[in-house]
């Protein structure tokens, strides 16, 4: 099997999969450009992703996430904006580069906006709006995978900007700049750029059994696949060995890369593998987990199905932990 790429998105990413369809073309190549951002921001059919804090701000009509700039609520108290991309990656935007741009050729830009936190209330009181939690907003599949990607990418900026003001060298305010994929210290000069934390997700498997996993967050009969962060210095097969090690001492061999899948809690990529169970003895740590067991595929099945006998079940269809419990019971 080729590793060029990850099985379970040999053909793009599943509708399924929350915040991992994104069709935008970022076009990179214009952030360095402010004229040619502010020709797309300024044109009729530029369109902005609405933020406030950790909420999306849609119209509650249809479930609408864009909205065009003069119609965007709280006016007058936005914050950071990013360039997300075009919206028609047919749509060239070499025109826009070469000042030649007019209403008939300016591609669709699309942009991410926050809202000063301090609107939350007004927002959520305003009958004509829907303030929503992106995981509501992911499992109730309320907008089309498309939109719930550009959304899991502005999120993910817009959190960094609001938690990235002062230069972390000297202390100074940092101002945004190349569209927003980069902060500079007007006082010292350094340069800060947008982080992403890469998080491992694993299914250990042995003998046609898998290991899963309880935390005390979980809703109740909730178990799920082991997960943790990867380390400064280590490479995603050993970080997956790593953590099934320390959260269920069970050693592991052959790491496969499944899938992977934006995660904007606040800025993580979760990477699904699978991983060869070398022993299947269980040590829990218990400071991670509330249990850890092996489930057949067949008691898998009724987890999903919902007619497990002792009522347990397993993450929605939007996480990539559920991407890989499936995909294992389908054999």
């Not at 701000?57 to 991309?85: D, N």
């Not at 696949?225 to 052959?254: C, K, M, Q, S, Y």
């Amino acid at each position: 099997m080729s590793k060029l790429f990850s099985p379970l998105m040999e053909l793009g990413a599943p509708a399924t999969l929350g915040f991992a369809t994104n069709t935008l073309d970022r076009a990179a190549q214009l952030r360095t450009k402010p004229e040619a951002v502010e020709a797309l921001r300024a044109a009729d059919e530029a369109r902005f992703y609405a933020f406030c804090g950790d909420y999306a701000v849609l119209a509650k009509e249809g479930a609408e996430p864009l909205w065009a700039l003069s119609k965007l609520p709280g006016q007058g108290h936005f914050r950071e904006e990013v360039f997300l991309g075009i919206e028609d990656a047919a749509q060239k935007w070499e025109p826009v580069l070469g000042g030649e741009a007019s209403s008939k050729n300016i591609p669709r830009g699309r942009f991410a906006i926050a809202i000063d936190p301090s609107q939350e209330e007004a927002l959520k009181a305003d009958e004509s709006l829907l303030v929503i939690g992106l995981r509501a907003l992911a499992f109730e599949e309320m907008v089309a995978p498309p939109h719930l990607g550009a959304i899991a990418q502005g999120k993910a900026m817009l959190h960094w900007h609001a938690t990235h003001r002062h230069c972390a060298v000297c202390g100074a305010p940092s101002a945004v700049a190349d569209a927003g994929y980069k902060r500079e210290c007007q006082a010292c000069g350094a340069l800060h750029f947008p982080r992403t934390d890469p998080v491992v997700i694993m299914l250990a498997v042995k003998d046609g059994k898998a290991l899963l996993g309880r935390s005390p967050r979980f809703p109740p009969g909730w178990y799920s696949t082991l997960a943790g962060f990867v380390e400064p210095g280590e490479t995603i097969e050993d970080a997956v060995r790593r953590e099934t090690v320390e959260e269920a001492g069970i050693a592991v061999g052959r790491v496969t890369i499944m899938a992977n899948q934006p995660w904007p809690f606040p800025a993580s990529l979760m990477i699904g593998a699978y991983c060869e169970a070398l022993s299947d003895a269980i040590t829990i740590d218990h400071e991670e987990l509330e249990d850890c067991r092996w489930f057949s595929r067949e008691e898998i099945r009724t987890m999903i199905d919902g007619t497990h006998p002792e009522g347990l079940g397993v993450p929605a269809k939007m996480s990539i932990a559920s991407h890989l419990i499936r995909h294992f019971v389908a054999g």
